[in-house]
Nanobody, 120 residues
């Protein structure tokens, strides 16, 4: 019904920046919410940032002040600007979202993940 495709991950030195993108496609009339999670080996998946209706945003404490989530509604795309990256930010980052197809809300849907590696 909805496909989410992340891009923008890679290798960056500590203190550097990356911008992740997540493009949603399918039966989307509007977006209820979209967000970013991350998961490091041996750890639980962690909610990093979420953007909701009206532009309301949430950030996890570990990234607050360093990461910024934004959305382009015309493109059904959400971005995660990551600044001042630290080695502990190394993880697979996953996009998710809940959507309205014009009749019902449905989801969440998940992307395939994109690897972010931060070197010391």
């Amino acid at each position: 019904q909805v496909q989410l495709v992340e891009s923008g991950g890679g290798l960056v030195q500590a203190g550097g920046s990356l911008r992740l993108s997540c493009a949603a496609s399918g039966s989307i009339f509007s977006i209820n919410n979209m967000g970013w999670y991350r998961q490091a080996p041996g750890k639980q998946r962690e909610l990093i940032a979420q953007i909701r209706g009206g532009g309301y945003t949430y950030y996890g404490d570990s990234v607050k002040g360093r990461f910024t989530i934004s959305r382009d509604n015309a493109k059904n795309t959400v971005y995660l600007q990551m600044n001042s990256l630290k080695p502990e930010d190394k993880a697979v980052y996953y996009c998710n979202g809940e959507f309205f197809d014009g009749r019902r809300s449905y989801g969440p849907f998940w992307g395939q993940g994109t690897q972010v590696t931060v070197s010391s």
